[in-house]
């Protein structure tokens, strides 16, 4: 009987050193910005043609109809959070500025 109650002692003593991860899925949100596609775009490209090409971005700034923000965030089951961030100015319905965070 105290054989028994050694072995069970140990048992869960031992089986309290191991940690076990909960299951936690990748959460992506936002839009998926490509470095390729980013490369494309070039000063002078109009808003339809941007738009066209990275599709439309998923924040819609209501205030100034004149910039696009695509922002994409990657929240992995373990490890560091990814944030990349594409900010597009446009002037007169022309591409005037890019401003990269990724």
Request: glycine share 6%; proline share 4%; hydrophobic share 45%.
């Amino acid at each position: 009987m105290l054989r028994l109650f050694i072995v069970s002692f140990l048992i869960l003593i031992l089986g309290g050193c191991s940690y076990l991860h909960p299951y936690r899925p990748d959460i992506q949100q936002g839009n998926i910005i490509s470095t390729k596609k980013v490369a494309e775009l070039h000063l002078g490209m109009s808003q339809n043609e941007v738009v066209a090409l990275l599709g439309a971005p998923i924040l819609q700034n209501t205030f100034a109809n004149n910039r696009l923000v695509y922002v994409y965030q990657l929240l992995p089951n373990h490890g560091s959070n990814i944030k990349k961030i594409l900010t597009l100015t446009f002037r007169n319905g022309q591409l005037v500025d890019i401003q990269k965070q990724i």
